[in-house]
T-cell receptor, first 116, second 114 residues
Framework: KNQVEQSPQSLIILEGKNCTLQ??????????LRWYKQDTGRGPVSLTI?????NTKSNGRYTATLDADTKQSSLHITASQLSDSASYIC???????????????FGRGTSLIVHP | SQTIHQWPATLVQPVGSPLSLECTVE??????LYWYRQAAGRGLQLLFY??????ISSEVPQNLSASRPQDRQFILSSKKLLLSDSGFYLC?????????????FGEGSWLTVV
């Protein structure tokens, strides 16, 4: 069964500090991995996408890494800001058995709280 | 540009009452459409997805149903709500072809069944 496990479940850090969120997956075959940011009461928004051949990708203060061999990804947030407080969700894509479309597998997310 | 709208944003319904959540996408054609539910403190659970008009696939057995009467319209329904149906419901879309396509979410609908 395809699974995506995220850790930690929740994290509290002080403004300005760095943090790293982890994502382990068993999805196979693998198409791509995305990190989404979900503010409370809002829909998730995509931060980064990584394919099999990519090891690292940055989007401002967010840097995602991918190790396709160990099936692990991390999201590193640098110099955190209060607006970084949100749930960060790891999403892995694998092809469907039919239809030509792709259904993603969502992790449960890591809840990040940034304190002033 | 593409946009996705879902409504209502919030609703409180008694147990046993019907439900209808509606979602429309603008600015694209032939999208894949999805309904997700997010219970408090839980991850996103895929309920239904659709690759075309009238084509609905269910991921989990439940008392909910979905319909796609038009290419860019996706409706989530229930004939009789249960307390366990409470949660945050998200409609989403992605382009039809390609595994790399971003999933774009609506703003969500908060459902409380009392």
């Amino acid at each position: 069964k395809n699974q995506v496990e995220q850790s930690p479940q929740s994290l509290i850090i002080l403004e300005g500090k760095n943090c790293t969120l982890q994502c382990n997956y068993t999805v196979s075959p693998f198409s791509n991995l995305r990190w989404y940011k979900q503010d409370t009461g809002r829909g998730p928004v995509s931060l980064t996408i990584m394919t099999f051949s990519e090891n690292t990708k940055s989007n401002g203060r967010y840097t995602a890494t991918l190790d396709a061999d160990t099936k692990q990804s991390s999201l590193h947030i640098t110099a955190s800001q209060l607006s970084d407080s949100a749930s960060y969700i790891c999403v892995v894509r694998a092809p469907l058995q039919s239809g030509g479309s792709y259904i993603p597998t969502f992790g449960r997310g890591t809840s990040l709280i940034v304190h002033p | 540009s593409q946009t996705i709208h879902q409504w209502p944003a919030t609703l409180v319904q008694p147990v046993g009452s019907p439900l209808s959540l509606e979602c429309t996408v603008e600015g694209t054609s032939n999208p894949n459409l999805y309904w997700y539910r997010q219970a408090a403190g839980r991850g996103l659970q895929l309920l239904f997805y659709s690759v075309g008009i009238g084509q609905i696939s269910s991921e989990v057995p439940q008392n909910l149903s979905a319909s796609r009467p038009q290419d860019r319209q996706f409706i989530l329904s229930s004939k009789k709500l249960l307390l366990s149906d409470s949660g945050f419901y998200l409609c989403a879309w992605s382009a039809r072809q390609g595994a790399g396509n971003t999933i774009y979410f609506g703003e969500g609908s908060w459902l409380t069944v009392v």
